[in-house]
């Protein structure tokens, strides 16, 4: 399974938001493409601690959700709400100037250092590793979102 943690799964990830344009045409679901570059970038940000996120897991979602988002090839849902810290209409970082945004997400894939044990608002505490397959699989559903 691909992971931020292999530098050449980060270098595809990279070269893909790389060609994303703000007037990139979504497949499906709201999201702008400036409002997902800002999604992402304060999803690393939860990951990181940087920003905290409201903790909604339970058991069915520390558990089996986390099991098939985590640790099967299945591709995630498409529609799935995200929390409001992430969601560019609620409480996330609104969108400013599309380069400096960019920018940003990409400095902080390329920093990507997720927190062993940091808890995910859906998923609970995760290991080092499974923070590495949801950096990976994360971007690579909203990528997918935008046809790259």
Not at 8 to 17: S, T, W
Not at 22 to 31: A, D, H, L, S, V
Not at 78 to 97: F, H, L, M, N, Y
């Amino acid at each position: 399974m691909s992971t931020l943690a292999d530098s050449a799964a980060k270098a595809a990830v990279r070269q893909r938001i790389e060609r994303l344009t703000p007037g990139t045409p979504r497949q499906w679901g709201r999201m702008t493409p400036h409002q997902m570059v800002c999604h992402l970038t304060d999803a690393y940000r939860i990951s990181s601690g940087e920003r905290r996120a409201k903790a909604l897991d339970n058991f069915i979602s520390r558990s089996v959700v986390r099991l098939v988002a985590l640790h099967t090839p299945l591709t995630w849902p498409k529609g799935a709400k995200t929390v409001p810290e992430a969601d560019q209409e609620q409480d996330g970082t609104r969108p400013a100037e599309w380069d400096r945004d960019l920018a940003d997400l990409l400095r902080r894939i390329d920093a990507f250092r997720p927190l062993e044990g940091h808890p995910h608002p859906l998923f609970g505490p995760l290991t080092q590793s499974e923070w590495n397959v949801w950096g990976f699989r994360h971007a690579d559903h909203h990528l997918r979102q935008f046809g790259l």
